[in-house]
Each structure stands twice: as C-alpha cells, then as structure tokens.
C-alpha cells in the first residue's frame, strides 16, 4: 500500500513537472486566440459572399469578353467564336430532379493560338440506348453566347479516369479537371466554364444554382468558433481562480 501512494505521488509529482499549470494556462489561450481568428475569418469570407452576391443580384447587361480579361465568380459575360462540334463532353452523374444526366460541355473558339472557351450548355437525361450524337449538334456558324462564368461540377470523391482514353466523341466524363478536359481536346483551355444562359437558344435544361454564393454558412461556422473560444476562456478562468483561491 505504501509502495503504490509512493508510485501515484511520482507520477503526481512528474506531472506537475512537465504540465505545469501555467502551461495549459498558455496553451488554452492560443486556442482562445486561434478560435476568434477562424470565427473573424469565418464572418470575413461571409461578407465577402454577401457582397457577391449582392453584386451578381444587381448586375445587369453582359459584358464583353475577350482572352486575358479579369473576371469574377458567376459575372455576366458574352462571348463570340466557332463552336468546335467534333470535341464536345458529356459530364455524367449529374442527379437532377431524381434523375440521372449529363451536362454538355462545347469549346468555343474565340480566336486563332486563343485557349477555347468551355460552354456549358445545360443538363440532358441519360437513356439506356446508345448516344445519339445529333443530341448536341450545334450550327456551324459563328455565334455570341451570353452566360455566366462558373466552374466545372466537383466530386468529394472520384474513382478511376475521368475520361477514357481514346473513346469516340463526344467523349463521357466523369467528375474532370479542366486540364483532363484540355488533355483530351489537344488544346488549352479558359480557367473558367461559361454557364450557358437560359434565354440563349441552342442549349439545354439550365437551372443554374449559385451555391457557392451562400454566406450564412460562413456565419454559422463564425458562431461556432467563437462559442468555442467563449466557453474555452470561461474555463480557464475558472480554472485561474480556483487556483488562486487554494493558494490564498
């Protein structure tokens, strides 16, 4: 008995050694800190998704684009060029209204030794026969298309190629990367996709949903961490004077 009250007062003894009580006080006070960082980022991004959004609401018209020109998430653009009929995608597993589909993607060629512009344009339901080409056949005349400029459907997680190589055109994709999509065409490619816009003819099923847009996420996130941070210092507090109250 003896033996074992002298084992616990060295492990006592060692942990006041090593885990002083000031340390944990530091420690818990970085975390303190660190919890407000990431809740002020947190509304930081938020009002930045405001600000967007309120943008996007009040903007009107389309803008003129042109290859190297600054642009931002989901702002109205017009683009004009020859669709490239022969290098066009169908983007599968893409769920809408219960039902399974794909989106087609159709370069644009907006100018000679220019990346081709990526034009989404729209949702199509998938059927169990064989694909029928003339589904996404396009005029081979020159045209503007008016849109928004967006990005490419992402996956948490995506199992094998995104495109099988050397399959006949129009090529299926799963989940791609524009360089896969790039890759597979044999030509550069936009940093972004524009989102065909609904009124523009020659296009499919187009119901685009800015998610991405969302800010009260961001909020809510923000009150996490600073409820976290609110209930860590409390504790420490606690903790503070509990001490010096037994030392007292």
Do not use: C
């Not at 009107?60 to 998430?73: A, L």
């Not at 081709?116 to 080409?133: S, T, Y």
């Not at 020159?142 to 495109?163: E, F, Q, W």
């Amino acid at each position: 008995m003896l033996e074992r009250d002298h084992q616990q007062t060295i492990v006592n003894l060692s942990a006041k050694k090593f885990l002083p009580s000031w340390l944990l006080f530091v420690l818990g006070t970085v975390l303190v800190v660190q919890f407000a960082g990431l809740g002020a980022w947190q509304i930081s991004r938020g009002l930045e998704k405001r600000a967007q959004r309120n943008l996007v609401s009040d903007e009107t018209g389309f803008s003129s684009w042109s290859d190297g020109m600054d642009i931002r998430p989901y702002q109205r653009l017009k683009a004009t060029g020859l669709y490239d009929s022969g290098h066009q995608f169908l983007v599968g597993n893409i769920i809408l209204n219960n039902r399974s589909g794909h989106y087609v993607l159709t370069p644009l060629v907006v100018g000679d030794d220019q990346p081709l512009l990526l034009i989404n344009r729209g949702w199509i339901e998938r059927n169990a026969a064989a694909f029928d080409a003339s589904r996404v056949a396009v005029a081979a005349d020159r045209v503007t298309v008016h849109g928004r400029a967006g990005s490419l459907p992402k996956a948490g997680y995506r199992r094998g190629d995104a495109i099988v190589p050397g399959s006949p055109w129009p090529q299926h994709a799963v989940y791609p990367t524009l360089d896969e999509l790039a890759t597979a065409i044999g030509h550069n490619t936009q940093p972004f996709v524009l989102l065909m816009d609904p009124q523009d003819t020659n296009g499919f099923l187009r119901h685009w949903v800015l998610e991405e847009m969302g800010s009260e996420k961001h909020f809510a996130y923000a009150l996490q961490w600073f409820a976290m941070g609110a209930l860590l210092a409390g504790m420490l507090v606690w903790n503070f004077r509990r001490r010096r109250t037994r030392s007292a």
